[in-house]
């Protein structure tokens, strides 16, 4: 075949061979990228409008249809990151059909297919958390920000030890591998917990604020937290220095980020107001955000921080309602994306009790689950000087693990300190925990808030 | 450095190394990506408000905040694909200054960058063509498709005949080179042109309706004349079956499209009304748009053309303006990343007459600038049966060659048909065809239409 040599969109070829196949194969990994992208919309649209019609969240929904396309059921959205080779991949097999693909470009083709569609994905959730930081509000969060930190220590303390002394005393663990198992209990997932409460309409209520603004805390505790164990488990000691840097940068970077706000406001709109060609308002926002982003990337605390950080910045400004409106179709193309990877990055083979090797894990995922819904849910009761709130739904806001506690059960398995029944029980206890919150929220929020329990705790506290 | 080890965003690893190794780079490519996106849209912004300024359309600023940025100046924004390699990116520079990555890991950090902002930048031209469909007007395209179809066989035929021609007698090349250049100088890019005419307000003039149609059906015979000059090269005789397959689809896929355009339009209309979570209207269109997008590429035309016909098709409907504006932002923020690659992979080093080498280039390049614009130009007065018509602007509006020229000089490169001069002349012919379109075109339309002399060739045709 001819064509697949000769239509080549990309730019320029140079005269070696190497970057000849790489612009040779620039339209096949176009085109996975599209088949992609098309899937993962369906999966999502379908998978939102039937968890709506259900009524539950649309979120729930979005991740079902990722766990529908992905290594679980179709394989058409799979990642190399996952494991996955070229040959699991259903949309390479169909970009096979109708190119002739050499073996080796099949596989880099798939490769670079699968990053791009994770970086399309990262971007998603980096977009979220500006949209996030957009819907908050930064006084209502520096009111509840005591609460929100005295929520998100408890939530890390309550299960960290709890299924550290769990694993140690009723499942005779060793130490380092409890301890590591522990840790993953702790770190909520922002992306999931905040996007259900922005469906549920809470994300502006007392106990949105304190969810969201614990769930950042918690993510810098988590990063913490991740440090001091990793090294723990690689040399046997913590590495102080690391830890100090890392918290002092962490807060430097918070503070930071809400001072600037107070100045770099009034700049943005002077900008913005200056500039009159098409996306005068959004680029600037977005050079704003992925900069933020960057930075907090850059001083190894995650990049989803900083565009949070961002959004709460711009939301002082005359400019926001505009800029939300302007974000909203970027969030709604791009968000998706994020949800349907994390379903479908999932493989519940792991959850097949049939398979015998897979029994040791469940009983012990069945503990941690237990360990991390009850850890997260009695946070809501750390909440002081708060009437009215509604204990219940701030703990269960806290429930959704995700990214950080599949890091935890990666670099543990990488390490060599987790054997594989704690490694697959980690990632049973992520799926639950990130797959049962949406629908526990939607309950938990249907609640009455316990008035009179509320006041009593207020004036104690 | 233990946290470039550690702090790892993508979800999880195996026990592999290589995998291991992708998890552990993810975080950098992320940082990567966003600081390439915060550059891009700094040059694009600068750039485009800049060029407002001085009245000429923000797309020239945008090119030309490209060439800063690229691999021309400051090497901030640079390819693979166009030969770059690690140690050529400031970025990547910036990056090794942050973490500790080793030698193996840049290269493979700066590839994936690199990969995936010209996929972002592929994705940018898809938003655009799109766009540029739903503002244009089926029925005014198909009552000037005579007219454009003219136009874009003129076009073609004009430069090919004298740019080979020119070659074979003035500068005695061989007949396959001159060939292939002749070539070169046939592909109009939609991209550049449409998006200027959009700037100036005359996408829906008559005028526009007939460039944009030239150039899809022009942008189709560039990618015939391709199949034939390069297996002409390549073998030495013509492969005609491939030519008619490309002729065939190429109709099939355009006719089919505005049949299908006339059912479609109601379902489109019915679904998005029916769904009711986020993204209602924009997920549904663009499963549409990266469908047509994706078979477009699938049966060998550009992917380009499949959003332009699914932009035409959704234009139809009663969602169009709500659609509109949604589509804007999305634009906003991926269109920019077209055009500053673009410019960023221009290098202006082959315009400098000090390098001896670059010389015989040079005074070819002359010619083939001066067979590229005329040959364009006179399309302009092929146009029949239209009073009051801009011919100056019609010919100008065809004047940018583009990506389809470049594909030429890179195969014509790698086959080995075209020496160092031939293949520098082409480039040059393309960055010059390129950034002369916008300011002639702004100039082409401020001059009145030649009524009396479109009249009296009205009556003539």
């Not at 693909?101 to 970086?119: G, K, L, M, N």
């Not at 440090?227 to 830890?243: P, R, Y």
């Not at 799926?431 to 207020?458: G, N």
Request: with cysteine; proline share 4%.
């Amino acid at each position: 075949m001819i064509f697949s040599e000769l239509i080549v969109n990309s730019f320029w070829q140079s005269p070696f061979l190497a970057t000849t196949n790489e612009a040779e194969n620039a339209p096949i990994v176009l085109a996975g990228v599209l088949l992609s992208l098309v899937v993962i919309y369906l999966a999502s649209k379908i998978g939102g409008e039937l968890s709506r019609v259900i009524d539950l969240p649309p979120v729930l929904g979005e991740l079902l249809g990722g766990v529908l396309v992905g290594a679980s059921a179709l394989h058409l959205v799979v990642f190399t990151e996952s494991g996955a080779a070229a040959a699991d991949s259903a949309i390479i097999s169909v970009l096979q059909l109708i190119n002739n693909i050499s073996p080796e470009a099949v596989t880099e083709i798939f490769h670079s297919q699968s990053e791009i569609i994770s970086v399309l994905a990262e971007l998603g959730v980096i977009i979220l958390l500006f949209e996030i930081g957009l819907e908050s509000d930064l006084k209502e969060l520096t009111k509840v920000g005591y609460q929100a930190t005295v929520v998100a220590c408890v939530g890390v303390a309550v299960p960290f030890a709890a299924g550290t002394a769990g694993l140690l005393f009723l499942f005779h663990a060793p130490l380092i591998p409890a301890i590591f198992a522990g840790a993953a209990l702790t770190a909520t997932s922002i992306g999931i917990t905040s996007k259900v409460l922005s469906e549920l309409g809470q994300l502006k209520s007392r106990e949105g604020q304190i969810i969201v603004g614990a769930a950042v805390i918690d993510d810098i505790l988590g990063i913490i937290v991740l440090a001091v164990v990793a090294s723990l488990a690689k040399t046997g000691e913590v590495d102080i220095l690391n830890v100090i840097y890392l918290i002092v940068s962490a807060t430097v970077f918070l503070v930071g980020s809400i001072l600037l706000g107070k100045y770099f406001n009034q700049s943005f709109v002077v900008i913005a107001d200056k500039l009159q060609t098409r996306g005068n308002l959004i680029i600037p926002a977005l050079i704003f955000a992925f900069l933020m982003a960057f930075l907090a990337n850059a001083i190894h605390l995650e990049a989803i921080l900083g565009a949070f950080a961002a959004g709460l910045v711009l939301d002082e400004t005359d400019k926001r309602k505009e800029l939300d409106e302007q974000v909203k179709p970027i969030a709604d193309i791009l968000v998706p994306v994020f949800f349907v990877a994390v379903g479908a990055k999932v493989d519940l083979g792991v959850l097949n009790p049939l398979v015998p090797g897979n029994r040791e894990g469940l009983i012990i995922a069945t503990f941690l689950i237990v360990v991390a819904i009850i850890g997260k849910v009695v946070t809501g009761w750390s909440v002081f000087g708060q009437a009215k709130i509604n204990r219940l739904a701030v703990g269960v806001g806290m429930i959704p693990r995700g990214e950080v506690g599949l890091v935890f059960a990666g670099i543990g398995a990488a390490s060599g300190t987790l054997d594989k029944p704690l490694q697959a029980a980690i990632i049973i206890m992520v799926i639950l925990t990130t797959f049962l919150a949406p629908p526990l929220l939607r309950f938990a929020f249907k609640q009455p808030p316990a008035e009179k329990q509320s006041l009593e705790e207020a004036n104690v506290s």
